[in-house]
């Protein structure tokens, strides 16, 4: 019954073996906004997939501050190296409120090897986050601070918008200032000013847990 079932590590579980997918999943659970759900170095015996809320995959730094690797949206399979039984180079903290369903690793690492559509969407998993992880490497080294917003709410909407999660170029956008400000490289006062230029330029406006994008075709002129 799972409305993002088509989009996550279930659709190619369910193609596989249904009765299996209902019997693997152990848990649902909620974590509040803020909270850690996973710490680097652990090694969880469970993998999860996000249900609904926002999650960041994060390093810690020496200093106490954040680097934000990527924003976990519902329906995203958080953890693919955790298939792997190595502690975790990263930490997950929920940006709001977050359910997940929650796998045994012990049962999906054995499905993986037996059941090649999980293995193709494994690795598929696996190929998108390398291609995404050098686009935001691209945006940090090279592009400016708009640019760089930009080109993040963009890949956002089309994110949502591939699992019905955005009407329109109107979507939720729980992420704070502090948030876009650990994922690009910038501080919370540069991202308020670039998001009120870019409000002023009929652009994009953001606030109250929404993002509107205002003019399409100019946000992806700017992001390119």
Partial sequence: ECSLSSTSVCHALGKCDHAFLETSRSRQITVPAKRMLIREGETPAEVFR????????????????????????????????????????????????????????KHLIEQSFTQP???????????????????????????????????????????????????????????RHEDIADTLGLTPPHVSRTLTALRQDKLLEIGGGRAVILDYGGLEKLAA
């Fill in 50 to 105: 996000l249900l609904s809320g926002w999650g960041a995959r994060i390093k810690i730094l020496a200093d106490g501050s954040r680097q934000i690797l990527t924003f976990c949206l519902p329906g995203d399979f958080l953890t693919v190296e955790m298939l792997h039984d190595v502690p975790v180079t990263f930490s997950v903290q929920a940006v709001s409120e977050m359910t997940l369903c929650a796998f045994p690793k």
């Fill in 117 to 175: 559509d999980l293995a193709a969407f494994i690795e598929q998993l696996w190929a998108q986050r390398v291609s995404d992880l050098e686009e935001r490497l691209v945006g940090l080294g090279r592009l400016s601070a708009d640019r760089r917003i930009a080109g993040l709410v963009l890949d956002l909407h089309r994110r949502l918008k591939m699992r019905g999660l955005a009407t329109g170029n109107e979507f939720a956008f729980p992420a």
